[in-house]
């Protein structure tokens, strides 16, 4: 899967070369793109957006600088500066696919799931990404079209097979049509692939080897090379890389931003659910994972941790039928059966 600096850079090149060469007194502006484009290969984002911005001052004029400036903002969450950047680029560069694309997105995270199906819909035949597939059937799906969804992301799966988000959506979409086969097929998928990831990918590696070794603040610096407030999935894949380390303070962050973008992620509501409960916070970890646990009833560790929260809560009426439903899942629960004896001898209290 290509990574998204990745289709940045491939964005920056395809720009420059339909721009010509800048005058000697212009010269400044390209050594700030310059320097933008490598910190946005390192993903330092705040550091990128400020050469961009320099860029910009010395040279308004150049749609470049307003492009890159304006994939740095999105990067960090500023969307609505960034969709006036894309704009001021395309009226000082005439149209580009790759501006659609990235607008397209901004519709779809604004949740205007027309526009974005227009947009992504009109460059899906020579894509400027690879995975502008995945975006127009998470558009098609967001807006209620299963068909159209599952379509778009059938060719997203074949073109990047790679692309766990692109499996795990299609799942939910295929469960979600009642084709529960192709789902787990490709629950499967997803869970082997997103393994493949977290053991993989250098940013991962190095959050994981971070918050073993160093301190808090600095482990937090490298880790938030992950950060992308627009990608549930990264989100959430940080959000579990802190509560497997035991950050469960800094876990939660990712994995509430998580749930605002993806409200139907099951992922993102059992790990935000699971981070609250060992935290002791057990009244918030109720809401989440009772979420969790009606998008995927028979998921055994959202049932028995929703029990075990409702238990802690004093809430034994609503625990027990939780409880039980666990050890259906689970026969072989030692701990659950013996929580369940002593809820029912209370109940059988006069």
């Known amino acids: 899967m290509r990574t998204p600096v ?22 400044g502006a390209d050594a700030h793109l ?79 799931y027309a526009a974005a199906i227009r947009r992504l819909a009109s460059v899906a035949e020579n894509a400027p990404f690879s995975d502008t597939d995945f975006y127009l059937g998470v558009a098609y799906l967001s807006s209620g079209d299963a068909a159209n969804g599952i379509k778009w992301l059938e060719r997203a799966v074949k073109l990047s097979p790679n692309d766990y988000r692109a499996h795990y959506r299609l799942a939910r979409a295929y469960s979600t049509s009642g084709r529960q086969q192709d789902a787990a097929r490709e629950y499967g998928l997803y869970n082997q692939l997103l393994s493949e990831h977290k053991n993989t990918e250098t940013e991962v590696r190095a959050c994981t080897e971070a918050l073993r070794t160093q301190p808090s603040n600095a482990a937090h610096d490298v880790c938030q090379r992950i950060f992308d407030p627009n990608d549930p999935e990264k989100l959430t894949l940080l959000g579990q890389l802190y509560g497997d380390a035991g950050a469960f303070e800094q876990a939660l962050n990712p994995l509430m931003r998580a749930v605002e973008l993806d409200a139907d992620s099951y992922e993102a509501w059992h790990n935000l659910g699971l981070t609250y409960f060992r935290l002791n916070r057990y009244k918030e970890a109720r809401m989440p994972l009772e979420k969790a646990v009606a998008l995927r009833p028979e998921s055994y560790g959202s049932v028995v941790m929703l029990g075990a929260t409702l238990y802690m809560l ?37």
């Open 314 to 350: 004093g809430d034994d009426n609503a625990a027990l039928p939780v409880l039980e439903h666990a050890l259906r899942l689970n026969p072989d629960d030692a701990q659950t059966r013996a929580v369940l004896e002593k809820l029912r001898a209370q109940k059988a209290k006069p």
């Open 34 to 112: 310059s320097r933008g484009a490598q910190l946005l290969h390192d993903q330092l984002y705040d550091a990128a957006a400020s050469e961009f911005k320099q860029a910009i001052a010395a040279q308004p004029s150049d749609p470049r600088a307003h492009f890159e400036y304006a994939v740095c903002l999105l990067s960090l969450g500023r969307n609505e500066e960034a969709r006036l950047e894309f704009e001021q680029s395309r009226k000082l560069g005439g149209e580009s696919s790759y501006i659609t694309y990235y607008v397209g997105r901004l519709d779809l995270l604004s949740n205007d």
């Open 6 to 27: 990745v289709r940045i850079l491939a964005a920056f090149l395809a720009i420059a070369a339909a721009v010509p060469l800048l005058p000697a007194q212009n010269r």
